[in-house]
């Protein structure tokens, strides 16, 4: 018989009621550990954990990290901060703060509990990217005063943050840059470009492409996003990162649009509209440090993980009475 006990840890997942950090927090759970979500419900929302509060090994808290926080725990994931550039632009100041007081809470946190400490950090450090694809040497082309910059610059500055509290206090830190992901739970209204077009075609409305549509992204279903997660707080302790996480296949806007009006069955037709400032032009990961560490990579295809989506989408919208 395996003695779970033996290796049970109580895991804090700031963002916890959030797309990702639901998904994480299933599967910690599923693993034998006690979650303690912590989140302010700004862009999650209760629905992501409602199956979860009968469950004896999890709890939640209502809490904004840009003020500290005091629990007990053998290790934190740090997801707490609004992803889409529609929500992360909508209060800026917050976004930052999120970013840059949450980090110094929880890094807070773990120097008291001297215990491990991810950080969910992103691609958006390589801003709009000269060097292709991004390898995690490569420092980033981010313009420090633009719309997206409460989110690039708060997340470069989270990272240095760990990275000081690692040398200054020899924590235990670990760093993830988290390409764009998706998946099911993902927010119908969460303006990100993969729940746009789904939500757009399964309503016959226009899919909106902004700009030509010949910018690229690299989509990471969320289930290998997680294992990488897991797989990273898991890792030896010199390996701290940052470490990119994220598929490597690379798509046009455009191309991406057509696999979801073919997934779809839509007949909708395709809408531009301007491209917003300061959007990169490409984006793909180089995951050969994930590889190489974490024995990582990721499995689900795009059109396999683009079906799931869909699925999850198309009930959400049907118990809201958003479908035609
Ligand atoms: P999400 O918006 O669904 O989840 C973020 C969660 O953080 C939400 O539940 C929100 O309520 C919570 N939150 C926001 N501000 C908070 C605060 N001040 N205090 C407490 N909770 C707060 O986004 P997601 O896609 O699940 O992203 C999770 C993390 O992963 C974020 O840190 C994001 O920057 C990072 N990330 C995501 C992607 C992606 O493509 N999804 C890519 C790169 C990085
Ligand atoms: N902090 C927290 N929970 C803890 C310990 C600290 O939220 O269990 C916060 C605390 O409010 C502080 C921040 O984390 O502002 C940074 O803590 P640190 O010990 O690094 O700095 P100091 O307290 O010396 O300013
Ligand atoms: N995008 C689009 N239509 C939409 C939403 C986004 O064409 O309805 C584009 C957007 O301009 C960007 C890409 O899709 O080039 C990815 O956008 P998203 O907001 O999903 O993520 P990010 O720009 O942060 O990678």
């Known amino acids: 018989m395996p003695r779970v006990y033996d290796s049970r840890k109580r895991i804090v997942v700031t963002g916890g009621a959030g797309f990702i950090g639901s998904h994480l927090t299933d599967r910690l759970l599923a693993q034998g550990h ?35 926080l005091y629990v007990e725990a053998d290790e934190i994931y740090n997801l707490a901060c609004p992803a889409s550039p529609v929500h992360y632009q909508h209060d800026p100041v917050q976004t930052l703060k999120t ?13 008291r509990l001297r215990c491990k400490v991810l950080q969910a950090s992103t691609s958006e450090v ?64 969460d303006g ?12 016959g409305e226009p899919l909106t492409i902004y700009g030509d549509g010949s910018q690229t992204r690299s989509f990471c279903y969320v289930d290998d996003l997680v294992e990488g997660l897991i797989r990273l707080m898991e890792s ?31 007949r909708s037709r395709l809408e531009r509209r ?26 689900v295809m795009l059109d396999d993980g683009l079906a799931l989506t869909v699925g999850s989408l198309r009930e959400r919208l049907t118990e809201m009475a958003l479908l035609a």
């Open 274 to 299: 301007p491209l917003p400032a300061d959007d990169p032009r490409q984006r793909k990961p180089d995951i050969a440090r994930a590889k190489a560490l974490l024995g990582w990579e990721p499995k």
């Open 126 to 189: 390589y801003g709009d990217p000269i060097q292709h694809p991004q390898a995690e040497e490569y420092w980033g082309n981010v313009n420090p005063i633009g719309p997206r910059s409460c989110y690039d610059e708060g997340k470069r500055c989270a990272e240095t943050l760990f990275f000081d509290y690692h040398r200054q206090h020899g924590l235990e830190v670990k760093v993830a840059r988290i390409f764009n992901t998706y998946g099911p739970r993902v927010h119908h209204a």
């Open 192 to 203: 990100r470009v993969v729940s746009n077009l789904i939500v757009q075609a399964l309503r």
């Open 34 to 68: 006690e979650v303690i979500c912590v989140d302010n419900l700004f862009t999650g929302t209760k629905r992501n954990i409602d199956h979860l509060h009968a469950h004896p090994r999890f709890e939640f808290i209502r809490h904004d990290v840009t003020f500290p």
């Open 236 to 266: 030896e302790p010199d390996v701290t990162g940052p470490i990119n996480l994220g598929n490597p296949g690379e798509f046009t806007i455009l191309s991406l649009a057509e696999k979801v009006l073919a997934q779809t069955g839509s």
């Open 99 to 111: 970013s840059v007081h949450g980090a110094i809470n929880v890094l807070g946190l773990a120097k």
